[in-house]
């Protein structure tokens, strides 16, 4: 399976952005995706994820109620809608996906990465 992240981009603070991720050689609802991001000179952290079907859904504090990780399995996309952006939500964001179909903010249980997608929120 290979996942490919697009949709980062520069935006304003206060603004919003839509994250994509399609796992090429795999079908959607075979896995738990998630989100996690790397800020600069810091290490990668969890951001959001959702099991295979979606009916499990888990963020990280920083961005619950800003966030939202959604999915459409006919499309085989997930998606990560990004509103009120924050400066600290600088980073490089990549996409990654786990056969155990549950969300997990453990990233060591993730076999596949998606190359990332830089997002720079400016002020």
């Known amino acids: 399976v290979q996942l490919q992240a697009y949709g980062g981009g520069l935006v304003q603070a206060g603004g919003s952005l839509r994250l994509s991720c399609t796992p090429s050689?795999?079908?959607?609802?075979?896995?738990?995706m998630g989100w996690f991001r790397q800020a600069p000179g810091k290490g990668r952290e969890f951001v959001a994820a959702?099991?295979?079907?979606?009916?499990?859904?888990t963020y990280a504090d920083s961005v619950k109620g800003r966030f939202t990780i959604s999915g459409d399995n006919p499309k085989n996309t997930v998606y990560l809608d990004m509103n009120t952006l924050k400066l600290e939500d600088t980073g490089v964001y990549y996409c990654?996906?786990?056969?155990?179909?549950?969300?997990?903010?453990?990233?060591?249980?993730?076999?596949?990465w998606g190359r990332g997608t830089l997002v720079t929120v400016s002020s």
């Open positions: 959702r099991s295979y079907n979606g009916g499990i859904i």
């Open positions: 050689g795999g079908t959607l609802s075979n896995y738990a």
């Open positions: 990654s996906a786990t056969t155990s179909r549950l969300p997990t903010m453990k990233e060591s249980w993730y076999e596949y």
